[in-house]
Every structure is written in structure tokens, then in C-alpha cells.
């Protein structure tokens, strides 16, 4: 039996990690959490797929895809959270889990940041937890596929 599969997917200005804010998001790269989340991937025994980009039509694009090449997915869709229905509707359209992410606890940032079209359709929300967020998504998403097999 395969490994089931995890696409994460990080969403604009997290290509800056590390450099941007880094009071607000840390000082670790996207590198390093990419290393975190294959490292996590590994000893949960999924297969993992780690893609950035800061347009909006790419993620979507990629989250189609996904239909036939992924079990679930963990998104950070940072700014486009509280923008894109397109990616919510995208999201939807795939009827997979779906785990979102936030390095921040938005909650207790600006009140735009506080709406979430994303959180619609996910199956968890994780935030506040700075990178180790995307370790803890990655952790109940095994839990999630594991009760689908």
C-alpha cells in the first residue's frame, strides 16, 4: 500500500520567512520549514509535496491538480485567506481534507485578518503556534487519512 499523500501549500510573502517580520513569524525560512514538515511527513509515514507562490491563479491551479494526486492538504494561504473565495471555492472543489495553517494567531491581529474564507471548508484550524503549526497539521492529517483507509 502506498503512503498517503499531503500536498502543503503556502500562499504569498512566506517565500520571505525568515526575513519579513520576523517578531511576528519568526526566524526560521520556508526552507527550514520545509525540512520540518518532511522530517514530520516522514516519521508519520505520508508522502509530502512542499509548493509556494504568491499568485493566486498558481495555488488554485495547484489545488486541482490535487484532485488526483494528493489525500489531503495543509494550506497556509496567508494573505489570501481573508481575500480569495476563489481558493475556498477551490479548496471545496476537491473534497479532500483540508487543514489550514497560520505561523501568527490572526485572531490577535488587525480585524481583517480575523475573517478566514478557508476556514469554511477545513477540517482544522491551526494558528498561533509559530512553525510547529505546520508539523501539528501534518500530524492530524495523518490521523484523518488514517480513519479514511
Known amino acids: 500500500m502506498s503512503k498517503p499523500s499531503v500536498l502543503v501549500l503556502n500562499g504569498p510573502?512566506?517565500?520571505?520567512?525568515g526575513t519579513r517580520q520576523p517578531h511576528i513569524y519568526g526566524a526560521e525560512t520556508l526552507q527550514d520549514v520545509e525540512a520540518r514538515?518532511?522530517?514530520?511527513?516522514?516519521?508519520?509515514?505520508?508522502?509530502?509535496?512542499?509548493r509556494q507562490s504568491n499568485a493566486e491563479h498558481?495555488?488554485?491551479?495547484?489545488?486541482?491538480a490535487s484532485r488526483?494526486?494528493?489525500?489531503?492538504?495543509?494550506?497556509?494561504p496567508a494573505a489570501?485567506?481573508?481575500?480569495?473565495?476563489?481558493?475556498?471555492?477551490?479548496?471545496?472543489?476537491?473534497?479532500k481534507p483540508v487543514i489550514e495553517v497560520h505561523i501568527s494567531n490572526i485572531?490577535?491581529?488587525?480585524?481583517f485578518r480575523h475573517h478566514s474564507y478557508?476556514?469554511?471548508?477545513?477540517?482544522?484550524v491551526i494558528?498561533?503556534?509559530g512553525t510547529e503549526g505546520y508539523e501539528l497539521a501534518l500530524r492530524r492529517m495523518a490521523t484523518l487519512l488514517a480513519k479514511a483507509r
Not at 13 to 17: F, P, V
Not at 58 to 64: A, E, H, N, R, T
Not at 80 to 95: F, N, P, Q
Request: contains cysteine.
Open 37 to 50: 514538515c518532511r522530517n514530520a511527513a516522514d516519521a508519520l509515514g505520508l508522502s509530502l509535496e512542499f
Open 80 to 95: 489570501y485567506t481573508h481575500t480569495s473565495v476563489a481558493i475556498a471555492d477551490a479548496l471545496s472543489a476537491v473534497e
Open 68 to 76: 488526483t494526486t494528493a489525500d489531503g492538504i495543509v494550506i497556509n
Open 127 to 129: 494558528c498561533g503556534c
Open 58 to 64: 498558481q495555488l488554485i491551479d495547484w489545488i486541482q
Open 107 to 111: 485572531h490577535r491581529r488587525e480585524a
Open 13 to 17: 510573502n512566506l517565500n520571505l520567512l
Open 118 to 124: 478557508v476556514s469554511n471548508v477545513a477540517e482544522a
